[in-house]
């Protein structure tokens, strides 16, 4: 069964802005961190996102000034804004709720920057 839906996800040029949502029961987001990992073709899935259950946020390098995540905690969502999207960032991005060794994920949605 479905714990997480993702929605946002689609086709955007080299430059552009996406913003993927991420809503969760109540019980699964109050209790756990949220966070956006990445799938590439071909590559390791990894951390693009994280904010913590107290707004803290943690961001991959690539792209630091570039993406904001955020928690809206009366929706129970997670976004992930994408600025200045840019051809490497093309993969499935999947949602994420974790707590220690606990982990709920989404099904994923596609990004794909291309021209």
């Known amino acids: 069964q479905v714990q997480l839906v993702e929605s946002g996800g689609g086709l955007v040029q080299p430059g552009g802005s996406l913003r993927l949502s991420c809503t969760a029961s109540r019980i699964i987001f109050s209790s756990n961190a949220m966070g956006w990992y990445r799938q590439a073709p071909g590559k390791e899935r990894e951390l693009v996102a994280r904010?913590?259950?107290?707004?803290?946020?943690n961001y991959a390098d690539s792209v630091k000034g570039r993406f904001t995540i955020s928690r809206d905690n009366a929706k129970n969502t997670v976004y992930l804004q994408m600025n200045s999207l840019k051809p490497e960032d093309t993969a499935v991005y999947y949602c994420n709720a974790n707590r220690g060794s606990t982990n709920y994920w989404g099904q994923g949605t596609q990004v794909t920057v291309s021209s």
């Open positions: 904010i913590s259950r107290g707004g803290n946020t």
